[in-house]
């Protein structure tokens, strides 16, 4: 631990406590700008996972285009990209910001 008070003692030899602020400050804004939009942000895709539905219209990460069919207990979907075509795919491959473009409604032809 003296090592450590050491190292991080101003030139002078006397311990400074603003290295201290500083070094705080700095966690404070790398939670704030990166890991907790990022926590923010997988909440939202967990939801929205767990929310799917058969007939939900949704896009993967792929950008394989389909319809819910059936959601398995096991974590998986089965998709219908087109009618009698059915494909097996894991619920962490949906793109939510891609599936939410699709289904938002169209502006209104003049």
């Known amino acids: 631990m003296s090592q450590l008070l050491t190292l991080l003692a ?3 030899g006397k311990s400074s406590g603003f290295e201290f602020i500083f070094l705080g400050l ?5 939670w704030l700008f990166m890991i907790r ?6 909440k939202e895709q967990k939801k929205f996972v767990e929310n799917l539905q058969k007939g939900d219209k949704i896009v993967t990460i792929a950008g394989i285009h389909g319809t819910v069919n059936k959601v398995n207990e096991d974590g ?3 998709l ?3 009618p009698g075509s059915y494909i097996k795919i894991e619920k962490s491959a949906l793109s939510m910001e891609w599936t939410a473009n699709i289904n938002k409604p169209q502006p209104a032809a003049k």
């Open 10 to 12: 101003a030139p002078g």
């Open 26 to 30: 700095m966690i404070l804004v790398f």
């Open 37 to 42: 939009p990022q926590a923010k942000k997988a």
């Open 76 to 78: 998986t979907l089965q």
């Open 80 to 82: 219908e990209v087109s």
